[in-house]
Every structure is written in structure tokens, then in C-alpha cells.
């Protein structure tokens, strides 16, 4: 059974970093993607950022580009998402999430159509940018 554990979140003020982690348990290849979604109060869920462990191919969502950076620590199974330069509008729920298809976890982390849900969904931790 796959399970993803997320940890990282907290409240910082505008321009503060943090940094979430997200470790991957259960995967019985190597050949998964990673990412991360995050909810606002009243908003609909959306992509921020995704990798790919076997090739280190990334995504970021427009908003966080030149602020976040996604990584990830192959030898540990964890993913870490580094929040530079934070923003009130950055306040949310944090999602990680997975799946074997990085194509189907990337499409979702754009908004676009995939054939399928993402399989794999941590509980989320909450980020807070405080003004």
C-alpha cells in the first residue's frame, strides 16, 4: 500500500521560506512522480509543482516560479518543496501527492485532462502567510 506522509507546514510571515517534505512508502518500482497541489480556502485545488524521481524532470505552476523549488532525496524517498520569498496568497493546504504515470500527475497539476484520477494523495499541511 502506497502512503505518503507530508510534514513542513507552519505560519510565516510575508516573505519567510519553509520547507515541506513528503516521504513515499510502498512503491514497489522507482518509477514515479511526485508533487504538489495545494487548496485555499473557497479556491479549488491546484498544482504547484511536480518531479519525476527517475529522470528529475520538474513542473512549477506559474505563480511560484523564481520562488519554489522542488526536490527530491531518491535515497530516502522523500520529496521536499522549498517556499522562498512567501506570499499571503500562498496560504493553503498543501497536498503531496503521486502517482506511476507522471505524465497523469503532471496534467493534473496543470489543470489538463487525463484519462484517470491521480492514484496517491497524502493529507495535506497547512501554510500560512501572514501579511
Known amino acids: 500500500e502506497v502512503q505518503l506522509q507530508a510534514s513542513g507546514g507552519g505560519l510565516v510571515q510575508t516573505g519567510g521560506s519553509l520547507r515541506l517534505s513528503c516521504t513515499a512508502t510502498?512503491?514497489?518500482?522507482?518509477?514515479?512522480?511526485i508533487g504538489w497541489f495545494r487548496q485555499a480556502p473557497g479556491k479549488e485545488r491546484e498544482g504547484v509543482s511536480t518531479i519525476t524521481r527517475s529522470t528529475g524532470g520538474t513542473y512549477y505552476a506559474d505563480s511560484v516560479k523564481g520562488r519554489f523549488t522542488i526536490s527530491s532525496d531518491n535515497a530516502k524517498n522523500t520529496v521536499y518543496l522549498q517556499m522562498n520569498s512567501l506570499k499571503p496568497e500562498d496560504t493553503a493546504v498543501y497536498y503531496c501527492a503521486a502517482d506511476e504515470s507522471p505524465l497523469i500527475l503532471t496534467a493534473q497539476a496543470m489543470g489538463l485532462p487525463a484519462n484517470r484520477p491521480v492514484k496517491y494523495w497524502g493529507k495535506g499541511t497547512q501554510v500560512t502567510v501572514s501579511s
Open positions: 510502498g512503491f514497489t518500482s522507482d518509477d514515479y512522480a
